[in-house]
Nanobody
């Protein structure tokens, strides 16, 4: 299971950190991703971190968001800085291997002007 948390209301330009706690799976074996979705739009990948720590970022968040993982805590994080209105969405964490994939329940971020 994946438990995402940390969403909330923040002003534009502010920062927030999302957390994704994994349980019941071998965290070390999974690539972890953060995705986001707004109503009426397709869920999009925001950032991903591989088993070996390699990272990927969507162009829209490069230089502002940082994904990381703590293997000891079975937790992945998404540090979000310089938030923009267009970052408003429900954020989901995802864990995947070649064979398995899990989604967290989503945590909502609202960026206000």
């Amino acid at each position: 299971q994946l438990q995402a948390s940390g969403g909330g209301l923040v002003q534009a330009g502010g920062s927030l950190r999302l957390s994704c706690v994994a349980s019941g799976l071998s965290f070390d074996d999974y690539a972890i991703g953060w995705f986001r979705q707004v109503p009426g739009k397709v869920r999009e990948a925001v950032a991903c971190i591989a088993k070996d720590g390699a990272t990927y970022y969507a162009d829209s968040v490069k230089g502002r968001f940082t994904i990381s993982r703590d293997y000891a805590k079975n937790t992945a994080y998404l540090q979000m800085n310089s938030l923009k209105l267009e970052d408003t969405a429900v954020y989901y964490c995802n864990a995947r291997t070649i064979l398995y994939e899990y989604w967290g329940q989503g945590t909502k971020l609202t960026v206000s002007s």
